[in-house]
C-alpha cells in the first residue's frame, strides 16, 4: 500500500518561509519522480514543482526564485522550502508520487499567507 503523509503546512505572514515535508511509504522511493501540486479555493490544481530520481528539478515559473524542491531517500521523504511566500501562494499542497505506471497523492497540507 502506497502512502503519503505531508506535513508543515500553517498561517504565515507576506515574506514568511515555510518548509513542507512529504513522507512515502509502500514505494522505492529512490526511484520515483516526485510532485508537490496546490490547489487554491475555485482555481484548478496546479503543478509547483517537481523532482526525479536525479534529482533534476522542475518549477512553475510563479515559484521560481522562491521555492525549493529536494528529497532525502534516506527518510523517504520530498521536501518543499517556500520563502518570500505571498498570499497567492495560499493553497492546499499535496505531495504525488509517480510509482510503477500509477500516480499517488496525500491527503495535503493548507498553507496560508496572510497578515
Known amino acids: 500500500q502506497v502512502l503519503l503523509v505531508e506535513s508543515g503546512g500553517g498561517l504565515v505572514q507576506p515574506g514568511g518561509s515555510l518548509r513542507l515535508s512529504c513522507v512515502a511509504s509502500?514505494?522505492?522511493?529512490?526511484?520515483?519522480?516526485m510532485n508537490w501540486y496546490r490547489q487554491a479555493p475555485g482555481k484548478q490544481r496546479e503543478l509547483v514543482a517537481g523532482?526525479?530520481?536525479?534529482?533534476?528539478?522542475y518549477y512553475v515559473d510563479s515559484v521560481k526564485g522562491r521555492f525549493t524542491i529536494s528529497r532525502d531517500n534516506a527518510k523517504n521523504t520530498v521536501y518543499l522550502q517556500m520563502s518570500s511566500l505571498k498570499p497567492e501562494d495560499t493553497a492546499v499542497y499535496c505531495c504525488?508520487?509517480?510509482?510503477?505506471?500509477?500516480?499517488?497523492w496525500g491527503q495535503g497540507t493548507q498553507v496560508t499567507v496572510s497578515s
Open positions: 504525488n508520487a509517480l510509482w510503477s505506471g500509477s500516480y499517488y
Open positions: 509502500g514505494i522505492i522511493f529512490s526511484n520515483t519522480y
Open positions: 523532482i526525479n530520481s536525479g534529482g533534476s528539478t
